[in-house]
């Protein structure tokens, strides 16, 4: 039973200090895009109120030209009347009237369509700063919304994160504390636990070969087996001593531990205290 402690032991302790780092990672990495994610939005919101800046309405103008051409030729045509009648004094009187009277009637039409015009240009600067207004304050409330949002989630993942990280911070001082007494480990127990244990054709060809270093021939179980064998050999374990036994288990891979300490088989013989194969 102490060998699985220990197993499970270990396990646990790498878990807790992987968990613990994690988090703390984590609530780094969130903080990091937070000031990204702010950084770009203030970038954006500015650039978007310096467009918001310009009104373009205000560029508009009275052409005065046409205006000024139409006085023009209503001058000319007042001053041809004027001197068609100039043969007799009563007649040119008579049609400077007539044309003085034409020519107030037509620049007060020219006025107030030159007035109708301005009023009209002034009413669409008037409109598009109202409409450049609103945007701006609608953009004002997306921004304020949007921060504190942003803190909000902000504050609960860091939150998260961090306790995440001080819980793991106890449970790795926890699973430490508890692993003293257990390196006092049982290896015959566990040579016994996994003598007993079998492995159908599929799980052996995931297993593969225990090799040694550089992938060379393994000292514990011997040369590889060919494509499709293995070389694990149960009893062979079974029947090692504890310094062949600490080789065997040097030569294992991460997975290949995987498949063995933590085999339903295993746990099972090893943390029984009735089974005949421990002692």
Do not use: C
């Not at 009275?62 to 001058?75: S, T």
């Not at 240009?121 to 919304?145: C, K, P, T, W």
């Not at 001082?173 to 015959?188: E, F, H, I």
């Amino acid at each position: 039973m102490a060998g699985l402690a220990t197993g499970l032991a270990i396990a646990g302790l790498a878990i807790s200090a992987g968990t613990t780092a994690t988090s703390f990672i984590q609530a780094g990495k969130q903080r990091r895009l937070q000031e990204g994610y702010e950084a770009d939005a203030d970038k954006a919101l500015a650039e978007a109120r310096r467009a918001l800046q310009v009104n373009y309405a205000k560029q508009m103008s009275i052409k005065k030209e046409p205006y000024n051409q139409e006085r023009l030729a209503m001058l000319s045509q007042g001053q041809q009347v004027i001197d068609a009648a100039s043969d007799s004094d009563r007649g040119a009187a008579s049609a400077a009237g007539q044309v003085l009277m034409g020519q107030q009637s037509s620049q007060a039409d020219i006025t107030n369509r030159q007035s109708d015009e301005l009023i009209n240009i002034e009413n669409a600067i008037l409109e598009e700063e109202s409409r450049l207004r609103d945007i701006n304050v609608d953009l004002d409330m997306q921004e304020v919304e949007g921060a504190q949002q942003a803190a909000a989630d902000a504050r609960i993942a860091a939150a998260d994160a961090t306790q995440a990280g001080i819980q793991g911070i106890g449970q790795t001082a926890q699973a430490g504390l508890a692993m003293v007494p257990l390196y006092q480990q049982n290896m015959q127990s566990q040579k016994a636990a996994l003598s007993g244990m079998s492995l159908d054709s599929a799980e052996f060809q995931k297993f593969g070969n225990v090799l040694g270093k550089d992938g060379g021939a393994s000292k514990s179980m011997g040369a590889a087996g060919s494509e499709g064998f293995t070389n694990l050999d149960f009893d062979a374990i079974g029947a090692m001593n504890n310094s062949q036994y600490r080789q065997f288990k040097r030569e294992l891979t991460p997975a290949q531990k995987q498949m063995l300490y933590f085999n339903k088989q295993y746990t099972d013989a090893y943390a029984n205290p009735f089974n005949p194969l421990v002692k």
